[in-house]
């Protein structure tokens, strides 16, 4: 299995000015550790289950377009942007812009958002959950056009755009894989059967991955999609890498079929967190 490494926490002893060379570091020692994936986390605020909202976040696309410059090998993305965040013309734009300048090196991870907070505090609409994905799927539709060569207007209950020009065209072709986070089944699963090239499962026990992973091949049959050519990845930032029990667990994800997991950094120590990883896990989770 592969791995991929989490920037989900900028917490650091330092200031501001620390963050830029903490943002580098970490990746480049992601990239020289053997992991594959390099993420962050697209909010504004910190998530109140994780640490206090005030504590410091960067923008995503920002952030990964720094990170792009920094690294020569990872693939990059966020995991994953909310669909209420930027109007999905603008996100198509800047999603390509991310893709060309990383040599096409990233993914465009996206789901129906839900950190209410942040919204309410910078005035962001944040309509009703049926709404939210009623937009996702309206989203990933005007993406798709725009990463095509038919510039036509679009028309859908939500968004309504004129031209769907979008020049230059991302390098990766036919666009960057669409990655689809989350593990409602009724929703987000089908979403992804139908649109995505990457899946990750927000969760991690073996019984609960087989059975969510059974019902996105069931949804797969439905709309006529080939299962096997998704990715599937989990991400495991609440569990302790380092433990017999993780590493147990994972020779279950991987006869399960998962491809790559995904772990976080450690608030206040980054880069030292990384660098441990890469000694002591990637190369175990390699080699299953």
Request: charged residues 20%; hydrophobic residues 40%.
């Amino acid at each position: 299995m592969r791995s991929g490494i989490h920037l989900w926490n900028y917490t650091t002893p330092g200031t501001s000015a620390d963050l830029a060379p903490l943002v580098a570091r970490t990746a480049q020692v992601a990239e020289a550790g053997g992991f594959d994936q390099f993420t962050v986390m697209d909010h504004w605020f910190q998530m109140d289950a994780t640490g206090p909202a005030e504590d410091p976040m960067l923008e995503a696309y920002t952030t990964l377009g720094f990170v792009a410059g920094q690294t020569t090998r990872l693939r990059i993305g966020p995991l994953v942007s909310g669909v209420t965040y930027r109007h999905p013309g603008l996100l198509a734009k800047i999603a390509t812009t991310l893709d060309v300048l990383s040599g096409g090196r990233s993914f465009f991870g996206i789901g129906a958002a839900w950190y209410e907070r942040e919204h309410e505090a910078l005035g962001v609409p944040y309509p009703a959950i049926s709404e939210r994905f009623e937009r996702l799927e309206e989203a990933l539709q005007i993406v798709l056009q725009m990463w095509g060569a038919d510039a036509s207007p679009y028309a859908g209950a939500h968004y309504r755009l004129a031209e769907t020009l979008n020049s230059p065209q991302p390098v990766t072709r036919p666009h960057p894989p669409i990655m689809i986070g989350g593990k409602g089944e009724r929703k987000t699963l089908r979403i992804a059967a139908q649109y995505a090239q990457i899946v990750n499962l927000t969760a991690y026990e073996p019984e609960t991955v087989a059975h969510l992973l059974d019902v996105l091949r069931r949804h797969c049959d439905t709309v006529g999609t080939d299962y096997d050519a998704i990715e599937k990845q989990i991400i495991t930032t609440r569990l302790n890498p380092f433990s017999d029990e993780y590493l147990a667990q994972a020779e279950q994800w991987a006869r399960l079929g998962i491809d790559l997991v995904v772990m976080g950094v450690r608030p206040n120590d980054q880069v030292g967190w990384t660098e441990r990883l890469a000694d002591e896990v990637v190369p175990r989770l390699a080699e299953l």
